[in-house]
């Protein structure tokens, strides 16, 4: 509205379009403080899914390094397991001396 107009406004017009008016801003307000408590939220759902990521990440490669490792022991045991078969003319497990020579020593021995 125009100056113009509104000095030829009564009392009671102009009280009414305060009214309005600020009705009009406190449900902005209101609407505005909605809206910024959304974007804060969101942003700490982003925080989260960064922190998560970065977590499945770190945790990724705390299972290849024991992968890693798991090989390096499997690696070593066949390498001893084939040394001792060469100084061997045929496998003979369990029934050497010091192994018992019973049944259940071959079991324990084959595993």
């Known amino acids: ?15 009414e379009i305060i009214f309005a008016l600020k009705q009009s801003e406190d449900q902005l307000k209101a609407e505005n403080a909605d809206l910024t408590a959304k974007l804060e939220q969101r942003q700490i759902h982003l925080d989260s899914a960064g922190s998560i990521a970065q977590a499945a990440l770190e945790l990724n490669h705390v299972f290849e390094a024991a992968q890693a490792a798991a090989d390096d022991y499997l690696a070593s045991v066949r390498s001893v397991d084939r040394d001792a078969g060469k100084g061997r003319s045929r496998p003979d497990l369990g029934t050497g001396p010091g192994r018992g020579g019973t049944a259940e020593g071959t079991d324990q021995a084959g595993m």
Request: net charge positive.
């Open 1 to 15: 509205m125009a100056d113009r107009e509104l000095r030829h406004m009564r009392r009671t017009e102009l009280v």
